[in-house]
């Protein structure tokens, strides 16, 4: 069946770079998502990427995609306090539409 | 702000009542789509709409149902609740099949 799978925590200092990795298991799902949920909050969409791409970057964000290994990570340049979150991957069931996602990956800044 | 509004924010009730979310997608957007976040489950679809009709069904209980009215607005509906249905649950709303949107989630609580 279906498995997004991403480790469970990351810490870094606040200026360096994050990187965070999410393997899945659907090798048809055309989009794969990155989302945001800060505590008490709802999930704010990151940015997504579609199969046929390797990589994808919109500003501090950059999303590399392994096709052949169903790896796919989302780097935060210049990272801030303000990054501190957790950021879920997602992959989109094509014959359903739905979201899979992943646990989740907290992410702590520290000053 | 994604667009897509939900209420109420915050649900306190007892086991064996009924409740009911409400969900306004975004403007334009025919799609809605109901998701359950829990401690042990993480993030799960439960059923998806698409202009009135239902598209796709998760892990949803058959306690719970969910329907769309004809101005696009969702009802989610939880019946004789029990202290594992506490969870927040979020909807979300597309133009079709493409991104997703999330509002900011109903927090609900059984005591």
């Known amino acids: 069946g279906e498995d997004v799978e991403q480790s469970l925590f990351l810490s870094v200092r606040e200026g360096d770079s994050s990187v965070i990795n999410c393997t899945y298991t659907?090798?048809?799902?055309?989009?794969l998502y990155w989302y945001k949920q800060e505590p008490g909050a709802g999930l704010q969409l990151l940015t997504y990427?579609?199969?046929?791409?390797d990589m994808k970057q919109d500003q501090r964000l950059t999303v590399l995609l392994n096709k052949k290994d169903k790896h796919l990570s989302l780097r935060i340049a210049d990272t801030q306090t303000g990054d501190s979150a957790i950021y879920f991957c997602?992959?989109?069931?094509?014959?359903?539409?739905?979201?899979?996602f992943g646990s989740g990956t907290r992410l702590l800044v520290r000053p | 702000d994604s667009g897509v509004t939900q209420t109420p924010k915050h649900l306190i009730t007892a086991t064996g009542q009924r409740v009911t979310l409400r969900c306004s997608p975004r403007?334009?957007?025919?799609?809605v789509y109901w998701y359950q976040q829990s401690l042990d489950q993480g993030l799960q679809f439960l059923i998806q709409?698409?202009?009135?009709?239902?598209?796709a069904k998760g892990n949803i209980l058959e306690r719970f149902s969910a329907q769309q009215f004809p101005d696009l607005h969702s009802e989610l509906n939880l019946s004789s609740l029990e202290l594992g249905d506490s969870a927040l649950y979020f909807c979300?709303?597309?133009?079709?099949?493409?991104?997703?949107?999330f509002g900011p989630g109903t927090r609900l609580t059984v005591l």
């Open positions: 403007s334009g957007d025919l799609s």
């Open positions: 990427i579609f199969s046929n791409m």
């Open positions: 659907d090798s048809s799902s055309t989009y």
């Open positions: 997602a992959e989109r069931e094509d014959s359903s539409y739905k979201l899979i």
């Open positions: 979300a709303s597309s133009a079709g099949s493409d991104t997703q949107y």
């Open positions: 709409y698409y202009n009135g009709e239902e598209r």
